[in-house]
């Protein structure tokens, strides 16, 4: 079993102007989350939401220490998971788990992140899954009249 990125997928969630719940980060500006949830929401517009043990505030948004955390009725887009592919497929159950409370579309796994068990097990519960890329890579290949 394999997992091959839906390019048609990729351009809905980033042209989509809903949250992106950012799994793994914390207010540690050296770290990839906070560059790319920066970017994100600086250059792109998005909402985020930080979730991390720390439930730290990042980019001035109140941070979570779970999915589970977040309250009811946030309609979440993307769940952008910034851990271990070894930790990816709990966050993944988490997300599915919360699905319908917190209205999630899809589970992006970014570089270097794959589990492609815990990719079949989202595509199962209805969501949307992007595996080993970056948003920050993905939003230069949209054309401009694909958006």
Known sequence: MTHQNDPDL???LLVDPGIWVIVGLSDNRN??????????KMEQGKGII???PSAATVHGEKGYASLSDI???TDVKVVDCFVNS???GAVVDEAIANKHRLQIDAIWMQRGVADV???ERARKAGLGVVMDTCPKIEYPKLRPHSI
């Open 10 to 12: 990729i351009r809905d």
């Open 31 to 40: 770290r990839d989350a906070w560059k790319i949830s920066r970017y994100l």
């Open 50 to 52: 930080p979730v991390h």
């Open 71 to 73: 309250p009811d009725g």
């Open 86 to 88: 070894d930790l990816v």
């Open 117 to 119: 068990a815990a990719a």
